[in-house]
């Protein structure tokens, strides 16, 4: 991993203006944000900067304005719940440069923060074009970026500004850096990749990257039939992609080149019909599928012998579930390979780094989110990073 500065490499930062990139996309209900998980990700460098003297200028976006001002997609909106979060007054700013913007900055103290609108409102965003870049630079000493989320994007506020200002990672920026280079980067060995879902095709990037990376890859949810179908095995009316199975082989074949050991289930919960506990669910061997049954979930003994396989690994990657999780009971192997691979966590013996939104939602249903090593909120730039992309809002931050 390319070496980063962060906010431990600032000096006295009393009086100077902190540019800071965060991700406040909040999901919103009736008015106010109905999860605050990204305001508590970049708490820690928000107070750090003002209670170190600096003023702080929050840039962000919500949701996708297309270079138009739009009153229920203004910052604004969101103000409240940050403050709530922060537990600190802060100003808004409806400008991101000019003479607005230079004005309102003078008027906070040291210490103080202010959140611009909506960086999208302005096409310049987007386009990374740099002269929109240098306006919003003009008004800052130096540029901190704490939104992982938004890295795979080359937009002005994720990668430009660094080109006008000395540039830092925040302290959620540094977390994430940190635990996917000891997932991927430079990782105890053996390593495990889990990867699930229900399309190979949104994947093939990632299975192609993660066979040349792990020892292991366990391939689950409906990915696992259209591997299981290119290997023979008639999977009924699974969801499955026929069209992809010469895709599927090639990647078998990849990992057999090297050395990858790749995981398929080979007992499997079955129902005739998709619903919670329905009366036709049982488990069989996938050579007994019947052409009206459907897979929906991981056997018991394919679970086991994962989880005997994580025993032997020193470094978990997680994303995607291994059925249809969100149907009991056909989230008892996720649950169950998830538990497996939190006990070993605690325990000392396996680093483990989980991304995506149905992970997340999986980790915290099976009660052990807290208990991995490290869960990344960030959904696109999770999967381009397992696709072994270079993130162009990280790349920006390189020394």
Known sequence: MAAFKTLDDLGDVTGKVALVRVDLNLPMKEGRASDVTRVEAVKDTILELADKGAKVILLAHFGRPKGQRSSVLSTSMVQGDVERVLDREIMFIPEVAGPVAEQAIGILGAGDIGLMDNVRFWPGEEANDPEFARGIAANGDFYVNDAFSAAHRAHATTEGLAHFLPAYAGRAMERELKALDAALGNPQTPVAAVVGGAKVSTKLAVLENLVTKVQHLIIGGGMANTFLAAKGVDVGKSLCEHDLTDTANAIMAAADVAGCTVHLPYDVVVAKEFAPNPPSMRTCNVHEVEADEMILDVGPLAVEALGDVLKTCRTLVWNGPMGAFETPPFDAATVALARTAAALTLEGSLVSVAGGGDTVAALAHAGVAEDVTYVSTA?????????????????????
């Open 379 to 399: 959904g696109g730039a999770f999967l381009e990073w397992m696709e072994g992309k270079i993130l162009p809002g990280v790349a920006a931050l390189s020394t």
